[in-house]
């Protein structure tokens, strides 16, 4: 077996942020505290642009072609069949694509949302009134099935732990152990991805996320 760098540094920072961002994200919901709620938002924003984009020209295991994968390829790894794959696997890939739409949809519902009185999400004085209905509806219900995508998601990692995967420690270390070695480096330096999400970091928070970071800096 082969010890290989298969995730770059910013695949595993995007993937342990984003674990604090959505719990910050509920936490804030939950008291009530609405302006740490949008600048997590914002920040939740940059970076989930970012993997997106990242996925595009970045590492070969961060592209977004790589989690394309076939029925068949799911069903073969529900099988049991043994696979040399560097980055997800078939089933793997699939919850990661179910998480980038539910995360999205999230994120741009919320930029749509208004509670009718104080708080209008940047976004909101774009669309109709029955839009924002709509988007109100979205980001409440579609948290509660992030909700149980997350729970699967542990559940799939406790399974892969005892079958002699472990998938928490390759996203810690970046390495993964593989039968063969590629010749083509799996990962690329990230730096051009950090310096993508700071111009959209800092842009957001300029921006839609100016009065709210000065309310909590104030």
Do not use: C
């Not at 290989?4 to 804030?28: C, M, N, P, Q, T």
């Not at 990242?54 to 529900?78: D, E, R």
């Not at 998938?167 to 152990?177: D, F, P």
């Amino acid at each position: 077996m082969f010890k290989v760098k298969v995730w770059d540094g910013f695949v595993r920072s995007f993937h342990w942020l984003l674990v604090l961002s959505i719990a910050a994200l509920y936490f804030s919901a939950e008291e009530g505290m609405i302006e740490l709620h949008f600048v997590v938002g914002f920040f939740t924003l940059a970076l989930i642009s970012t993997r997106i984009i990242w996925g595009l020209f970045g590492s070969k295991t961060a592209k977004i072609s790589v989690l394309l994968h076939s029925p068949k390829s799911v069903l073969a790894s529900f099988a049991g069949k043994k696979t040399n794959e560097a980055g997800h696997s078939a089933p793997g890939s699939y919850m990661v694509l179910l998480f980038f739409i539910l995360i999205i949809a999230q994120l741009v519902s919320g930029l749509m949302s208004s509670d009718g009185i104080l708080t209008d999400g940047p976004l909101a004085q774009y669309v109709s009134s029955d839009t924002i209905d709509f988007a109100n509806w979205l980001h409440h219900i579609n948290f509660d099935i992030l909700f149980y995508a997350i729970i699967l998601h542990v559940v799939a990692i406790i399974a892969y732990k005892i079958k002699g995967k472990p998938l928490v420690k390759a996203m810690i270390t970046g390495n993964k152990a593989l039968a063969t070695k590629s010749s083509e480096p799996e990962t690329k330096s990230p730096w051009v991805a950090w310096v993508i999400f700071l111009l959209l970091l800092v842009l957001l928070m300029s921006t839609w996320g100016s009065e709210h970071l000065s309310y909590l800096l104030s």
